[in-house]
């Protein structure tokens, strides 16, 4: 495909050009080009904000982080916590290899009954 530039002296645009300026308009240009955040993104991280600032006031938080120069944070509500995953039990380790004993041995029962049943008869 081949273009004349708009305006100015009119040079056509050889395929190798055009081809070489797709590549590099679409390359590394492009995935480490800034990407700007939705209307609606910003509009909910306003939103949030706010909403964080009305309930460190009613915390009582505002005057001790805004002297501090800290900004103004409130403990979050419950949906927006972010809560450690629960202790694994011990014991864990044993009942995995104990599953694996069994599939492996209800493996070998299905591919040879007859061997398997034979050791034990």
């Given at each position: ?15 190798e ?17 800034p ?34 120069g ?52």
């Amino acid at each position: 495909m081949s273009g004349e530039l708009p305006g100015g002296p009119q040079r056509p645009i050889s395929d190798e050009e055009w081809a070489r300026f797709q590549i590099d308009s679409e390359g590394p240009a492009r995935l480490h080009a800034p990407k700007e955040p939705s209307a609606r993104a910003r509009m909910v991280t306003e939103r949030l904000r706010r909403a964080d600032e009305e309930e460190a006031r009613r915390q009582g938080r505002v005057r001790r982080l805004v002297r501090r120069g800290r900004p103004v944070r409130a403990r979050p509500a419950a949906w927006r916590s972010w809560t450690a995953a629960p202790a694994r039990r011990r014991g864990g380790g044993l009942r995995a290899f104990l599953w694996i004993l069994a599939v492996v041995a209800a493996v070998l029962l299905l591919l040879a009954p007859g061997r398997i049943l034979g050791l034990f008869g």
